[in-house]
């Protein structure tokens, strides 16, 4: 018996031993793990803390050299039950096989994605959306990002209303940051870093220096947050250009600020733990200029933290991502989540480029207004530099020799290195000016850069004439000719070229993304820390720069979400996200389609249409969307009850809910019909919520989608009274019984217009599918 005994702990003890031998060769990985709330083993323990602590101890090998406790990152409550912590591929194997633990996921990776902008969408001080909601008054933007600069004149509190007395966040301390760098328009910041601090290398010599703090290194968060509430500054500019009134989305709104995104990206453990404190603390509206690409829902933590804000009645608004126009590339693509893509202003900074045969190539820069009039008539030599395997048509560091571009201008193509950073690399190499010429994927999109030497970016079509001129001649010249700050003189809006593009890859029955808003040479508020080029080696500083990507359309949008709640803050998420959908604009300034190109754009690239806060306060209709129908509509994609419990923490029966809600349509704004297996008719439901006037009725104006015909019933929705809803159906009757061999897609629109006096139009895009 004891022979036995002594054997059973020498066995022990070499397995325990191989455990920590092989934990100590292991590498350790950033996991995410997701456990039931209401599991048999949550109501042994008196705090979730201690709970999720249980299960590293059980996983973990006891180590004279590391508590098991210091491999956790991150304890989740709000936004995920579960935690983040830091394991071996051993010690994840045996924890997946607990009781209580639902998922585990890697870490992810993802990447950050006005003096004008609020005039261009039609707000006013004087009245219409900002009067009408006082500003944002009394609403709590939650920005997700790279931090804030709070000395910014855009977090400035004067006028500001005292804290509201519901928030329940802090000013957290940190290099840098003090508790008194917060007040009554910055009224919390927080940092997260534990994901990122694990799963990174050490910055680079030549990286700005980071912050472990809230305050902003890197310029992106302080230009978002002030962009969504940004207070009022009169004189602004970007050196110049641009000179205005510099105002946010919504400037009466209150900001907190969660600092996620670090030199090395942004990672979802710390985005999960950000949105798990934020949705405690009391925000009513989350903005994350955070994205990738595609993934399914339950392997999201983006979707996964957002389904439970907006149950808790907070609406998420994300970008949409910047891989366009590739179709099916974007992100952020859950039914919940209110998904922006980006367009243009007709706000342009002419560069010419004259050249030494009397043409003329348009180009655009921010070259500083101070610099830009000694540089407009000199003429200079032309060079690009191809030959050799170094890059320098990318102008590449070290491809340029010096002996070459001295005192040139030299033309550098776009991609492989920062725009910004192509023009530090020829001022270093002697160059005197650069022609940034675009090429094949980027066509005509004009993002412009404040460069650190006499610049400016041309189209593709221009790079081609220009490459032909160089070619022509054996001294090829040119001039740069800067025309300052140009408005109204182009047609507005139309879809920049990098927005990413539907139909959605995951859920093809959700249009994605929802709407589009100005995103293109958005000028908004910039750190002291670094200069407007954000390149390490630019001495400049200013407190505007102009920056491009969905990454500025989403704070836009998140304004403007908030302007809503302030008017109306019983409505929920969904029902402010109807409200910016089915009032938004499907032509330009000009009363022209909106353009994508040299075409008009599709329901894929523009969503519902260009955001148009005037309307979007008084819609007249809502399509209003209760979390437990999402759940429905995800068992209507074949997800599995496991799958749904990852994403919402509810037990479900799908077979259950399938035949309790017969025929069941999401009640989404946008309607999105897929024909299969050579089917010929569909159905679905709507049902629409009277916001606008008592007595009131509407009629209904379809554009059916080519190759099929539509019938809605009733076509009158009469309304007796405020918040009554009624329902409505339409019928899509396929005239053909499929598209290409693989899949094809339609279009149209169906429009509820108020029969009285009032502007009420409630259109709904329509997407139809034809898939074998």
């Known amino acids: 018996m004891e022979a036995n005994i002594n054997s059973l702990i020498v066995t022990f003890s070499l397995s325990l031993c191989l455990a920590v031998l092989h934990a100590n060769t292991d590498p350790l990985h950033t996991y995410i793990v997701q456990l039931h709330p209401n599991g048999p083993t949550r109501f042994a323990f008196a705090s979730e803390l201690q709970w999720h602590l249980s299960f590293i101890h059980r996983t973990v090998p006891p180590s004279p050299v590391e508590d098991p406790s210091s491999r956790l990152l991150y304890s989740y409550r709000s936004a995920m039950d579960g935690f983040a912590a830091r394991l071996s591929n051993l010690e994840r194997e045996n924890l997946e096989r607990m009781s209580d633990v639902i998922a585990i996921r890697p870490d992810r990776v993802l990447q950050v994605q006005t003096t004008y902008s609020y005039e261009f969408l039609g707000l006013n001080p004087s009245g219409g959306a900002w009067s009408e909601s006082r500003f944002g008054r009394g609403t709590i933007i939650g920005v997700l990002d790279t931090g804030v600069w709070p000395e910014s004149p855009s977090f400035d509190d004067r006028g500001m209303p005292p804290v509201p007395k519901k928030w329940k966040g802090t000013c957290q301390e940190g290099q840098g940051f003090n508790f008194s760098n917060c007040n009554r328009k910055l009224i919390g910041a927080r940092f997260f870093t534990k994901g990122h601090r694990v799963a990174s290398p050490s910055p680079s010599a030549d990286d700005v220096v980071e912050y472990v703090s809230p305050r902003d290194s890197h310029g992106h968060g302080t230009h978002t947050s002030s962009t969504a509430g940004g207070a009022s500054v009169a004189m602004a500019s970007v050196l110049g250009n641009g000179a205005g009134v510099a105002r946010g989305m919504a400037p009466g709104a209150h900001i907190a600020v969660y600092k996620v995104c670090w030199f090395s990206g942004c990672y979802s453990s710390d985005i999960l733990a950000a949105m798990d404190v934020a949705i405690r603390d009391g925000v009513d509206v989350l903005s994350l200029s955070l994205g990738g690409f595609p993934i399914p829902l339950f392997a999201d933590s983006i979707a996964i933290g957002s389904f439970r804000a907006v149950e808790q009645g907070v609406s998420v608004v994300c970008s949409a991502g910047n891989n366009g126009p590739i179709l099916n590339s974007v992100a952020n693509e859950a039914p919940w989540i209110l998904t922006v893509g980006a367009s243009t202003l007709d706000r342009r900074f002419p560069a010419i480029v004259r050249l030494g045969n009397g043409k003329f190539l348009y180009g655009e820069s921010l070259y500083p207004a101070r610099d830009r009039s000694a540089m407009s008539g000199e003429e200079l030599e032309l060079i690009y530099v191809t030959d050799g395997n170094m890059g320098g048509e990318f ?42 010429a675009n090429t094949e994927i980027n066509l005509e999109e004009d993002s412009v850069d404040v460069h650190v030497l006499p610049a400016t970016t041309i189209g593709y079509s221009e790079s081609i004439l220009l490459r032909a001129y160089i070619n022509s001649t054996a001294r090829p010249r040119a001039r740069i000719e800067f025309g300052g700050t140009v408005i109204g003189k182009s047609r507005a809006p139309a879809v920049a070229q990098f927005s990413a593009r539907g139909p959605s890859l995951t859920n093809p029955t959700i249009l994605k993304p929802d709407v589009i808003a100005p995103g293109v040479n958005i000028i908004a508020a910039w750190p002291q820390n670094l200069g407007p080029s954000a390149l390490p080696e630019d001495s400049r500083r200013v407190n505007f720069t102009v920056m491009s990507g969905t990454s500025m359309a989403c704070p836009h949008v998140g304004g403007i979400a908030a302007l809503i709640h302030s008017i109306h803050p019983g409505w929920t998420p969904a029902a402010i996200k109807s409200a910016i959908m089915t009032t938004s604009d499907t032509t330009d300034h000009s009363g022209k389609p909106i353009m994508d190109g040299n075409k008009p754009a599709g329901i894929f690239a523009m969503g519902s249409g260009h955001v148009n806060p005037a309307r979007a306060i008084n819609p007249g209709l809502i399509y209003d969307i209760n979390p437990d129908d999402y759940i429905t509509h995800l068992c209507t994609l074949g997800y599995t009850n496991l799958d749904i419990f990852t994403i919402t923490h509810r037990n479900v029966s799908c077979r259950e809910l399938s035949r309790s809600n017969r025929g069941f349509s999401l009640n989404y704004p946008a309607i999105s019909v897929m024909f299969k297996d050579g089917k010929r008719r569909k159905m679905v439901r709507r049902r629409v919520t009277n916001v606008g006037e008592p007595n009131s009725v509407y009629s209904v104006e379809a554009a059916a989608p080519e190759g099929l015909s539509l019938r809605v019933r009733p076509r009158r929705l009469v309304f007796r009274h405020m918040n009554q809803t009624l329902s409505y159906r339409v019928w899509f009757i396929a005239r053909k019984r499929a598209g290409t061999p693989k899949l094809s897609y339609s279009q149209g629109h169906l429009t509820w217009v108020h029969s009285g006096q009032s502007v009420y139009r409630v259109r709904s895009p329509i997407s139809v599918a034809w898939k074998n």
């Open 395 to 436: 102008c590449l560091r070290g491809s340029l020799p010096r002996e070459k571009v001295q005192g040139k201008m030299v033309v550098c193509d776009r991609g492989v290195n920062g725009r910004s950073e192509k023009g530090q690399i020829v001022k270093e190499a002697g160059g005197a000016a650069m022609i940034l």
